[in-house]
Every structure is written in C-alpha cells, then in structure tokens.
C-alpha cells in the first residue's frame, strides 16, 4: 500500500507539471503578435532559399518589427510560434 501510495503521489506532482506545461502553452498562443515579439529570446524566420524549401534564418527583433510595418498584411497570428525556450519562429 505504501508503493501505491507513492506512486499515486508522483502522479499527481507530474500531472501537475504538465498541467502548468499546458497553461504556459495556452498563455503563449494569447499573445499578440508585439508580446510574442517583446518576450522573443531569439527570433528566426522561415526564407525561402533553396528552389522548393527553405530555412529558418535568425534576425533581430528590430528587423522584424519593420518588415511588420511595411507590410501590414503579413500579420496572420498562426504564423507567430513562441516556443517554450523563449524562441521565437515565424513561418
């Protein structure tokens, strides 16, 4: 019963931790586009470099920002990815 006991207590802990995995997730995709931005690490954009695919090219947050602004309808939210290391990937 102890054994169970145990166990049943480590269940809980690591349910929890996914738990609060599963908000910070939730959190990050409410996010606006700026706050995505402002809270960025790192930002990288998907380039199209190759003649059918790409890769994803590290840039400022700054560059972003203006590209932003000059091309207002680029703004689709999907393709802002905050990732839970604080990276930011932009599709």
Known sequence: ?????NYFFTFVRV???????????ERRNK????????KAKDVFVWVL????DGEYIQTSKAKLVNALRSHPEA?????FVLREDGDLYVN
């Open 15 to 25: 349910s929890d931790k996914v738990q609060l995995m599963l908000n910070n997730k």
């Open 49 to 52: 470099v190759y003649d059918q």
């Open 1 to 5: 019963m102890g054994f169970y006991g």
């Open 31 to 38: 996010m606006t586009i700026q706050q995505k931005i402002t």
């Open 75 to 79: 703004l689709d939210e999907s393709k």
